[in-house]
T-cell receptor, first 109, second 117 residues
Framework: EDQVTQSPEALRLQEGESSSLNCSYTVSGLRGLFWYRQDPGKGPEFLFTLYSAGEEKEKERLKATLTKKESFLHITAPKPEDSATYLCAGYSGTYKYIFGTGTRLKVLA | DTEVTQTPKHLVMGMTNKKSLKCEQHMGHRAMYWYKQKAKKPPELMFVYSYEKLSINESVPSRFSPECPNSSLLNLHLHALQPEDSALYLC????????????????FGEGSRLTVL
């Protein structure tokens, strides 16, 4: 069965303290790995798409990487406004996006 | 600003009411989705429309009735809901890239917060 697992469930960082979020997947014939940011009570906001192992994408303080088994979202020198839930999702085909349960990130000033 | 617009943002309804959630996108996407999300849980797929035809119904109770009037609009009609149906309802759309052997990302709206009394 296709599955996406995210760790840790929650993470508290001091402002400027870099870290990584993990997304492990077992999705047969993965056709895309997606990262989203979600603020409380809002819809997920698209961040990155990764299609093949070795691919990397960057945006401001965020960098996403992909291997054959997992993806990482690296956050460099985070700020309080980076506090949110970060979701990853694998696409298995036929409109099915398999979401992980998310990592709730809190960045303290 | 999100390019997927959902209305209303908040809805409170009784168990005997009939209401509708609306979603609109103008990105030319031909796949549109309804997701349900409970607190601290990931989005859960309900329905998918592809080229205005219902492609996926994830065994959703019949008290939820989707409708896709055209390629830009998606509705979710609600009737005789239960308190456990209270949740954030998310509409999303995606580009059809099957011809390129891959898929596009989902673009979500801000959601409709539904409370069933």
């Amino acid at each position: 069965e296709d599955q996406v697992t995210q760790s840790p469930e929650a993470l508290r960082l001091q402002e400027g303290e870099s870290s990584s979020l993990n997304c492990s997947y077992t999705v047969s014939g993965l056709r895309g790995l997606f990262w989203y940011r979600q603020d409380p009570g809002k819809g997920p906001e698209f961040l990155f798409t990764l299609y093949s192992a070795g691919e990397e994408k960057e945006k401001e303080r965020l960098k996403a990487t992909l291997t054959k088994k997992e993806s990482f979202l690296h956050i460099t020198a985070p700020k309080p406004e980076d506090s949110a839930t970060y979701l990853c999702a694998g696409y298995s085909g036929t409109y099915k996006y398999i979401f992980g349960t998310g990592t709730r990130l809190k960045v303290l000033a | 600003d999100t390019e997927v617009t959902q209305t209303p943002k908040h809805l409170v309804m009784g168990m005997t009411n009939k209401k509708s959630l609306k979603c609109e996108q103008h990105m030319g996407h031909r796949a549109m989705y309804w997701y349900k999300q409970k607190a601290k849980k990931p989005p859960e797929l309900m329905f998918v429309y592809s080229y205005e035809k219902l492609s996926i119904n994830e065994s959703v109770p019949s008290r939820f009735s989707p409708e896709c009037p055209n390629s830009s609009l998606l509705n979710l009609h609600l009737h005789a809901l239960q308190p456990e149906d209270s949740a954030l309802y998310l509409c999303a759309s995606s580009q059809d890239l099957r011809g390129q052997g891959r898929t596009g990302e989902l673009f979500f709206g801000e959601g409709s917060r539904l409370t069933v009394l």
